[in-house]
């Protein structure tokens, strides 16, 4: 079960990498959407010489990136919405075996049909060379479809890693300091 862990434990490094990502995305969001707000209504000149267009379609790009790579690191940290109200009742070994059933009824095959899905969606989109539908716009769309892809394989490494913990939890070999990243809170 040790080495399980440590798989579990390389999973969340890999997913702190990707928030990470996601956390200057958000970062540069922030930025892309200020400049925006001041060159359209204080008539200063676009930087790299990019028009209104690519400027405001580079920011639903910056926000897909946002959230594509913020949802495993997020949901590793509890950061999601849990209905709770019956699952707060059960002894500490239900709440365990409660969260593996959904991960791997629900989560697991969520994220195996979306990143099937998406893959199909952004291939086609390379395949084809799709571009904005402006055009005036930014090119090479499929990459922001791709990063819908990355969104279902991070989720999916997400639910492995809580999976694993959860497994070792309902065994009674969790480290009690793991309990409440994998329970939530209150564990």
Request: net charge positive; proline share 2%; with cysteine.
């Amino acid at each position: 079960m040790q080495s399980l862990l440590g798989l579990s434990a390389a999973l969340d490094r890999i997913l702190a990498v990707f928030g990470k990502i996601g956390a200057w995305a958000g970062f540069l969001l922030i930025i892309a959407v200020c400049v925006d707000v001041v060159t359209r209504y204080f008539g200063v000149p676009k930087p790299f010489g990019w028009n209104s267009t690519q400027l405001q379609e580079s920011e639903y790009w910056l926000h897909t990136f946002l959230f594509a790579l913020m949802i495993g690191y997020a949901y590793r940290h509890q950061a999601h919405v849990r209905i709770d109200l019956l699952r707060d009742n059960f002894p500490t070994r239900v709440k365990y075996l409660v969260e593996m059933v959904g991960i791997a009824i629900f989560l697991f095959t969520y994220s195996l049909l979306g990143a099937w899905y998406t893959f199909k969606y952004a291939r086609s989109s390379f395949i084809e060379q799709e571009m904005s539908k402006s055009t005036i716009g930014l090119s090479d769309i499929w990459i922001v479809k791709s990063a819908l892809v990355a969104m279902f394989v991070l989720m999916g490494i997400a639910a492995i890693s809580q999976f694993i913990k959860a497994l070792a939890g309902y065994r009674g070999v969790l480290p009690e300091g793991m309990v409440a990243e994998t329970l939530g809170s209150e564990g």
